[in-house]
């Protein structure tokens, strides 16, 4: 049974530190997408991946944060610094193209101290 | 503009019982598809079901159902013979071909009572 992996699961951090948190799509799609949740703001969307190449990171701030795909394997979102604001739980999902379904992984929840 | 909206913030409904919750979107896109995730107190997010704006009958997944009715603009999740186990989050989604993005809404919390 395919499935989206992220890790960390958990992280907590202090102000000011950089974090890193991994995403492995399902073999076989194309396209990423990262988002944040929290209790106010709900489910933003910060970036959009289609065969590797950012379509849409409209929602992410861009000067803290940063999002990559080295290979097609593998996600990466970046905060550095971090900030108290940034403590959510930030979901990666992966699909075979708009607009078909994505398939979320189990979230890494991050705590900035 | 893109839109989905969820107007019912929590639904309560008897176990064994079927239980509705709303959906309505806003696209100008002819093609687009929607979609229903739940979100257990896990905080796992689990697709459920999907329906194609083309599809000409209404999906269904098991106990759960879309009713899609593309004049009014909505695509209520219809899940039939509560479980326990369905207490849960769920969120309606859309995405277009052209717009590139999915759309979540807001959410509707459902508690089902034994």
């Known amino acids: 049974d395919a499935r989206v992996t992220q890790t960390p699961r958990h992280k907590v951090t202090e102000m000011g530190q950089e974090v890193t948190m991994r995403c492995q799509p399902i073999?076989?799609?194309?396209?990423v997408f990262w988002y944040r949740q929290t209790m106010m703001q709900g489910l933003e969307l910060l970036a959009y991946?289609?065969?590797?190449?950012?379509?849409?990171d409209s929602g992410m701030p861009k000067d803290r944060f940063s999002a990559e795909m080295p290979d097609a394997t593998l996600a990466t979102l970046k905060i550095q610094p971090s900030e108290p604001r940034d403590s959510a739980v930030y979901f990666c999902?992966?699909?075979?193209?708009?607009?078909?379904?994505?398939?979320f992984g189990p979230g890494t929840r991050l705590t900035v101290l | 503009a893109q839109k989905i909206t969820q107007t019912q913030p929590g639904m309560f409904v008897q176990e064994k019982e079927a239980v509705t919750l709303d959906c309505t979107y806003d696209t100008s896109d002819p093609s687009y598809g929607l979609f229903w995730y739940k979100q257990p107190s896990s905080g796992e997010m689990i697709f459920l079901i999907y329906?194609?704006?083309?599809?000409?009958q209404n999906a269904t997944e098991g106990r759960y159902s879309l009713n899609f009715q593309k004049a009014r603009k909505s695509a209520n999740l219809v899940i039939s013979a509560s479980q326990l186990g369905d207490s849960a989050m769920y969120f309606c989604a859309m995405s277009t071909y052209t717009g590139n993005q999915f759309y979540f809404g807001t959410g509707t919390s459902l508690t089902v009572i034994p």
């Open positions: 999902a992966s699909g075979k193209g708009v607009p078909d379904t994505q398939y």
């Open positions: 073999l076989g799609h194309n396209t």
């Open positions: 329906q194609g704006s083309y599809d000409q």
């Open positions: 991946f289609r065969n590797r190449a950012p379509l849409d």
